[in-house]
């Protein structure tokens, strides 16, 4: 999902431009859009020590957290398309947190295999697509596609990456959502926190925030409802994200 009105007035040509920093993203796949902001909004960071961002793209989810974290969280930002590696690295370098990110065109597989670290939270705003229809460029298939990172493959990669303690959060549409929470399950993780977001009240949700842990434990449940019955922007999507919004 694209990003929405505060974008589109702050949009310039080659990218988007937040309250601390800008994001390039001419010569990415996937643009900024609200499934990422979403996530790098909502991820509980509270506890985090160490973050990583899987499928980082622009570099923006990546680019959030460290906003949102105290100065001694480290954050490791990974890349298959190394285009959009190379740029999310330009993006971090032109923002205050250069020191804290570092950008890794990868592929998360062979990352996962070789890292001796572990992490605190994991965040992905994955592929949900099946392979089928072509998409205009082989980059923004690969993007959007989960034949170049199918959910079982993220989950089992994950697990070796996370701290017993930690987080792993997606994004993902709600009913490609339901059936992750089961693979998930299937795998030995627990769901911790589910957000349902909804464009308007009246509406059936249309993405969904997930949280799971290894460990098990009470699950939050919660809906978010981006505007009101007069089209303005609800009071918790402004809680939400006016952090970063230029114009909230």
Known sequence: MQADLPSRLSLKKNGFTFKRFFVAHDRCAMKVGTDAILLGAWAPVAQARRVLDIGTGSGLIALMLAQRTPDTVMLDAIELDPVAAQQAGENVQASPWAARIQVHAQNVVTWAEACDKRYSLIVSNPPYFAPGVECATPEREAARYTGTLDHQTLLRCAEMLIEETGFLCVVLPEAVGNDFIALAQDDGWHLRFRTDVAEYAHRPPHRVLLGFSPQPGETLLERIVIRGADKNYSD?????????????
């Open 236 to 248: 918790v999507w402004c809680s939400l994200t006016r952090d970063f919004y230029l114009f909230l």
